[in-house]
C-alpha cells in the first residue's frame, strides 16, 4: 500500500464547477500538507500549504484536512478552463522527505 | 518563473551511459531538492541538500548520486542507465527548513533509448 493515495482521473467538470480533490494517507505523522498544480511539461506550483488539522482559504481554492481520517481535500470554486492541470497532494512529517500522491489530472471544459 | 533553473532541458542518451544534471536554486535558497516524475510511479523524493550537506535520501538508486557545490548549485548524476530511468527529472530549492515552500525548477526531460 502506497503512503499517499490520490485517484489520478481524468476528472472532466464543466466550466463554473465545484471541483473536489482529495488524497488519503495511511502514516499519521504527517503534519504539513500541500496541494500542487502541475501544468503538462512544467514544474509542480504550490497553491495551497496546511499545517496540521482544519480548513484553509485562498481565493477560489479551499485546502481541508481531517487527520483522524487521514484525508486531505481541495475544493476549486467557480473553475476555470485555465484551472486544467494536474494536482498534487504532498505531506511531510516535518523532515526534509516529502511524499507525493500520485496527481489527479483535471479538466475543466468551457 | 520560480527561479530555480535546471539544464539541459532534454537528455536522449543510451543504456549503459552515464549523465549529468544541474540545478540552480532561486537566489537565497540554502535547500535543493531532487524528485523523480515517472507516468507510473508520480513524483518521487531522490535525495535532499542543505547548504552542502546531505541531509535526506529517498528512493535512489546506487547508481544515482548528487552533490550540492559550495556556491550551492546541485548536480544529480545517473549512471549505468536502463530503460526504466526515462523520466522527468526535478530539482526544487528551499529557504532552508523542511516545512519551507518548495519551488520547482522547469525540468530536465531524460530519454533512455
Known amino acids: ?10 476528472l472532466s467538470v464543466p466550466e463554473g464547477a465545484i471541483v473536489s480533490l482529495n488524497c488519503t494517507y495511511s502514516n499519521s505523522a504527517f503534519q504539513y500538507f500541500m496541494w500542487y498544480r502541475q501544468y503538462s511539461r512544467k514544474g509542480p506550483e504550490l497553491l495551497m500549504y496546511t499545517y496540521s488539522s482544519g480548513n484553509k482559504e485562498d481565493g477560489r481554492f479551499t485546502a481541508q484536512v ?12 467557480d473553475s476555470q478552463p485555465s484551472d486544467s492541470a494536474t494536482y498534487l497532494c504532498a505531506m511531510t512529517s ?7 500522491g500520485t496527481g489527479t489530472r483535471l479538466k475543466v471544459l468551457a | 518563473d520560480s527561479g530555480v533553473t535546471q539544464t539541459p532541458k532534454h537528455l536522449i542518451t543510451a ?17 535543493v531538492y531532487w524528485y523523480q516524475q515517472s507516468l507510473d510511479q508520480g513524483l518521487q523524493f531522490l535525495i535532499q541538500y542543505y547548504n552542502g550537506e546531505e541531509r535526506a535520501k529517498g528512493n ?3 547508481r544515482f548520486s548528487a552533490q550540492q557545490f559550495p556556491d550551492l ?16 527529472y526535478f530539482c526544487a530549492s528551499s529557504p532552508g527548513r523542511p516545512e519551507d515552500e518548495q519551488f520547482f525548477g522547469p525540468g ?3 530519454t533512455v533509448l
Do not use: M, W
Request: glycine fraction near 8%; include cysteine.
Open chain 2, 73 to 88: 548549485h546541485s548536480e544529480l548524476n545517473l549512471s549505468s542507465l536502463e530503460l526504466g530511468d526515462s523520466a522527468l
Open chain 1, 66 to 77: 481531517d487527520k483522524s481520517s487521514k484525508y486531505i481535500s481541495l475544493f476549486i470554486r
Open chain 1, 1 to 10: 500500500q502506497k503512503e499517499v493515495e490520490q485517484d489520478p482521473g481524468p
Open chain 2, 15 to 31: 543504456t549503459g551511459q552515464r549523465v549529468t544534471l544541474r540545478c540552480s536554486p532561486r537566489s537565497g535558497d540554502l535547500s
Open chain 2, 60 to 62: 535512489i538508486l546506487e
Open chain 1, 94 to 100: 516535518g523532515t526534509y522527505k516529502y511524499i507525493f
Open chain 2, 108 to 110: 530536465t526531460r531524460l
